[in-house]
T-cell receptor
């Protein structure tokens, strides 16, 4: 069974500073994918960034980057130059193959609540 | 707005009543997923459709839960004889497989409160 661990229930960061949100995962699959989603108080899950297990370079999307350390099974999200609008819940998720269905489900961690301080 | 939409956004019901939620995926997406999110947790996978075929439903929480996608476009999730433990956010996601892979895009969710 796969497992996603986010050890930081809450984090604070000063506006314009960088912050790292931790995520570790557990899988026996060789091929897997890792995602980060942002969930504001409105409830919608917003896709931020994706990292494939065979990708040689760390993924980047604007102010978001993923610090992927395969041997440590970690996929930390780095947000640079934090903005007030970054205050939200952040979820790390892993792609888990739905055997026989030809697709996959996402298995999520419990999330980290990020608060950006002016 | 061309994103995933869900209706209603909020639903309050009494225990024992039936409820139905609707999800309209992004128009070109052929894959559709339902998740449930309880307070303080990440979303939990419930079921998956490819076009109109429900290819995975073993994770539905009980036989009171059912989902349909009759024409391969919108989907409905029904909960019969609701219980207080069904109170949660119900999220729908859709995706399209491309050469770049597959990313699930979520709707705003339906918040259910069972009294």
């Amino acid at each position: 069974a796969q497992k996603i661990t986010q050890t930081q229930p809450g984090m604070f960061v000063q506006e314009k500073e960088a912050v790292t949100l931790d995520c570790t995962y557990d899988t026996s699959d060789q091929s897997y994918g890792l995602f980060w989603y942002k969930q504001p108080s409105s409830g919608e899950m917003i896709f931020l960034i994706y990292q494939g297990s065979y990708d040689e370079q760390n993924a980047t999307e604007g102010r978001y980057s993923l610090n992927f350390q395969k041997a440590r099974k970690s996929a930390n999200l780095v947000i640079s130059a934090s903005q007030l609008g970054d205050s939200a819940m952040y979820f790390c998720a892993m792609r888990e193959l739905l055997r026989g269905a030809g697709s996959y489900q996402l298995t999520f961690g419990k999330g980290t609540k990020l608060s950006v301080i002016p | 707005d061309t994103g995933v939409s869900q209706n209603p956004r909020h639903k309050i019901t009494k225990r024992g009543q039936n409820v139905t939620f609707r999800c309209d995926p992004i128009s070109e997406h052929n894959r559709l997923y339902w998740y449930r999110q309880t307070l303080g947790q990440g979303p939990e996978f419930l079921t998956y459709f490819q076009n109109e075929a429900q290819l995975e439903k073993s994770r539905l929480l009980s036989d009171r839960f059912s989902a349909e996608r009759p024409k391969g476009s919108f989907s409905t999730l029904e909960i019969q004889r609701t219980e207080q433990g069904d109170s949660a956010m119900y999220l729908c996601a859709s995706s399209l497989v491309t050469r770049a892979g597959e990313t699930q895009y979520f709707g705003p969710g339906t918040r259910l409160l069972v009294l």
